[in-house]
């Protein structure tokens, strides 16, 4: 997987050096390159912004900076059927959860484009249209000060569903959102903390009793924080056994 990121803040990605995805970077897994947006901003103050036609509070994004940005995405995407995937981080997008996480792991070229102040010139996008699949995704429905953010959250969510690039691919098969319900609670060493004991059963050793337990705290937990999940749960996974609340 190729990851471009085209952003006036650099710096802000730092963290994607760190811990898994740092090594899924060294060890070629992914291939992340970040361009700052202002090495193609050829005036003396490397102007990315200005005021918006037709009036109305901030600054938008200019087209030029950004087209050439892009173009120079484009030269390095690698010879695909498909157009390469462009990611516009907006709060008016398509909302991201794990299911887009699954298809974006399929991608060979993601290019990001998080803007800054108002939004980019809209017709960067338009000229865009011809050259990407362009994607709107917000990670949420609330309001950042930029799109870094939601990139770093996206980078993280798709690159660990990629082959190799998660510690223990088990872990993938029971998460939250993996399965329509959301994860059971976990404990370890000490059995008694500050006089909260560990549930007797998952000391008993009993591999049924223990899965069965499991299973009713998922279905307990997302009866009670997620009840759109709960509700949306499909009727064919329900096993038998299970107290349906
Ligand atoms: N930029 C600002 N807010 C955002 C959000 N919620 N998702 C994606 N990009 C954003």
């Known amino acids: 997987m190729r990851y471009d990121v085209i952003t006036i803040f650099p710096e802000y990605l730092a963290p994607l050096e760190l811990s898994l995805m740092g090594k899924a970077k060294e060890t070629g897994r992914v291939n992340l390159n970040i361009t700052n947006l202002r090495d193609f901003a050829f005036d003396r103050h490397k102007t990315v912004d200005d005021t918006p ?4 509070a901030g600054m938008v ?3 030029e900076p950004w087209g050439l940005a892009l173009e120079q995405a484009l030269e390095a995407t690698p010879t695909q059927e498909q157009l390469p995937l462009l990611i516009v981080p907006s709060p008016a997008g398509q909302v991201f959860n794990q299911q887009l996480a699954y298809d974006l792991a399929e991608e060979e070229h993601i290019v990001f484009a998080p803007a800054r102040y108002e939004g980019i010139d809209e017709r960067v996008l338009d000229w ?7 994607l709107p995704v917000s990670i949420g429905d609330y309001v950042l000060y930029g799109g870094e953010v939601a990139v ?10 990629i082959p190799g690039a998660m510690g223990n691919p ?5 998460e939250s959102h993996t399965g329509g319900l959301l994860e059971y609670p976990v404990y370890t060493k000490p059995a008694d903390w500050r006089g909260h004991r560990v549930p007797d ?10 899965a069965r337990w499991r299973r009713d705290q998922q279905i307990e937990r997302t009866f009670d924080r997620r009840p759109d999940m709960f509700k949306a749960y499909p009727p064919e996974n329900w096993d038998k056994k299970d107290r349906k609340k």
């Open 61 to 63: 994004m200019k087209a």
């Open 201 to 210: 059963i998952l000391l008993s050793g009993n591999h049924g009793a223990i």
């Open 128 to 134: 865009a249209e011809t050259r990407f699949r362009v």
């Open 53 to 56: 036609y037709g009036g109305g």
């Open 152 to 161: 770093m959250v996206m980078i993280e969510a798709i690159t660990r569903l």
């Open 170 to 174: 088990e872990s993938l098969e029971e």
